[in-house]
Nanobody, 116 residues
Framework: VQLVESGGGLVQPGGSLRLSCAAS????????MSWYRQAPGKQRELVAQ???????TTYADSAKGRFTISGGNGKNTDLQMNDLKPEDTAVYYC???????????WGQGTQVTVSS
């Protein structure tokens, strides 16, 4: 499975960005797609996840009410980020998990910088 992210960039506080992740390869057994982020000097953390089938979603507390994950088809997922804050600055990574053994795949990451 290969994952390619796009959509990062520089945005002012209060602004919005939409990240996209496209999956290719042996994607038929993907059961969850997620967005993680890693800020300098910090551990990588889960931001949002969407599980298949059904599209059940979960969010980190810091993302609730501001971020929305969509997709749920095992081929792509988007992360709509609104009301961005400087503390959202990080490299954002797309993640996919695959049956039968929860094999995990990562994208290369996309930088999001929130600054005035």
């Amino acid at each position: 499975v290969q994952l390619v992210e796009s959509g990062g960039g520089l945005v002012q506080p209060g602004g919005s960005l939409r990240l996209s992740c496209a999956a290719s390869g042996s994607i038929s057994s993907i059961y969850a797609m997620s967005w993680y982020r890693q800020a300098p000097g910090k551990q990588r953390e889960l931001v949002a996840q969407i599980r298949l089938p059904g599209g059940w979603t979960t969010y980190a507390d810091s993302a609730k009410g501001r971020f929305t994950i969509s997709g749920g088809n095992g081929k792509n997922t988007d992360l709509q980020m609104n009301d961005l804050k400087p503390e959202d600055t990080a490299v954002y990574y797309c993640n996919a998990k695959q049956l039968p053994d929860s094999s995990t795949f990562w994208g290369q990451g996309t930088q999001v910088t929130v600054s005035s």
